[in-house]
């Protein structure tokens, strides 16, 4: 029944490793995304994927990527982790960029 | 520089209270407005979405919206202590339809 689902739940690693964040969504939306919370709880867009179109904010450094195997999916990826990467991810799905939920979220540590 | 403003508390307030929730944004070209609230560990939930000038009530909540004035509030009648969490405000804007989000105010209704 769950309607964003993310896995892992917890990732622990060292710097300049690489991993992967997954994100499925059973709600049949268009529309996903990745969005970062840091330490102090602010909330922060870093891409969204609609119809195959990109969008990234352009903060993100290009470590970061994206990858959208289908409507369905986003996961992330992270290449050379460093120590400010360490954060919460959270995907989330909308349709037509309209009211968007949230997956339980993913709590990265990087040391 | 598109920002979401929300005094970022702490607010208490009694239970049985109305607690008042506010948020300014700076994009005049915005479109949708959202407060979510986040639980400590837990992932943004939605609980109120408005898209034009003036009130709308939702059980216990009421959101508000003054596009001249970029300002929307969120009113939680009856506080319990089940309310107890953070609020965000989110603001939807810009060709890319991202939404930005305000630091969000921490709200504690004492029994």
């Known amino acids: 029944d769950t309607a964003v689902s993310q896995t892992p739940k917890y990732l622990v690693t060292q710097m300049g490793n690489d991993k992967s964040i997954k994100c499925e969504q059973n709600l049949g939306h268009d529309t996903m995304y990745w969005y970062k919370q840091d330490s102090k709880k602010f909330l922060k867009i870093m891409f969204s994927y609609n119809n195959k179109e990109l969008i990234i904010n352009e903060t993100v450094p290009n470590r970061f990527s994206p990858k959208s195997p289908d409507k369905a999916h986003l996961n992330l990826h992270i290449n050379s982790l460093e120590l400010g990467d360490s954060a919460v991810y959270f995907c989330?799905?909308?349709?037509?960029?309209?009211?968007?939920?949230f997956g339980p979220g993913t709590r990265l540590t990087v040391l | 520089q598109k920002e979401v403003e929300q005094n970022s508390g702490p607010l208490s307030v009694p239970e049985g209270a109305i607690a008042s929730l506010n948020c300014t944004y700076s994009d005049r070209g915005s479109q949708s407005f959202f407060w979510y609230r986040q639980y400590s560990g837990k992932s943004p939930e939605l609980i109120m979405s408005i898209y034009s000038n003036g009130d709308k009530e939702d059980g216990r909540f009421t959101a508000q919206l003054n596009k001249a004035s970029q300002y929307v509030s969120l009113l939680i009648r009856d506080s319990q202590p089940s309310d107890s969490a953070t609020y965000l405000c989110?603001?939807?804007?810009?060709?890319?339809?991202?939404?930005?989000f305000g630091s969000g105010t921490q709200l504690t209704v004492l029994p």
């Open positions: 989330a799905s909308s349709q037509d960029f309209w009211e968007q939920f």
């Open positions: 989110a603001v939807l804007s810009g060709s890319a339809r991202q939404l930005t």
